[in-house]
């Protein structure tokens, strides 16, 4: 049976972890689908670091879900909110809101703005998509009763 946890507890979660909240309800959510569906159906949550394959994991595991929610929730619909949590609130299309810094500590600044918007692109990111997919699911085991 997959977990409930409220919407409130994973923005809260990936406020104070930073972003780093996602990793870890992305593993016990994929590892609670799988034991649903009696097969390995999602990948390791490892594939999240390797560069574009958070969309590969979220692809399996919205179609996983799909399978073991009886089709309650549609794995198009998860890729697309990670799609549009992840394009939307990316930290490269805020340079365009970068103030004019010339000589020297131009690099220095454009490090430091990268790392704050990758901080802040991760607090999104995680508490978007998780608290979404987390309601959808949390929605779907409601619909199937106390004997999901």
Not at 94 to 99: A, G, H, I, T
């Amino acid at each position: 049976m997959l977990e409930k946890p409220s919407t409130k507890k994973i923005l809260l979660l990936s406020i104070i972890t930073l972003g780093l909240y996602f990793f870890y309800w992305a593993s016990k959510s994929g590892a609670q689908v799988n034991a649903a569906a009696h097969q390995k159906l999602v990948p390791s949550a490892w594939l999240l670091i390797v560069p574009f394959g958070g969309y590969w994991w979220v692809w399996y595991y919205g179609l996983a879900l799909e399978t073991v929610s009886f089709r309650r929730i549609r794995g198009s619909d998860v890729f697309l909110v990670y799609l549009i949590a992840t394009l939307v609130f990316s930290p490269y299309s805020s340079f365009r809101v970068m103030p004019d810094v010339s000589g020297h500590h131009l690099w220095q600044f454009i490090l430091i703005f990268l790392g704050i918007s990758l901080v802040i692109y991760g607090i999104i990111v995680s508490a978007v998509f998780c608290s979404v997919v987390q309601s959808k699911i949390n929605k779907s085991v409601a619909s199937r009763g106390p004997t999901a």
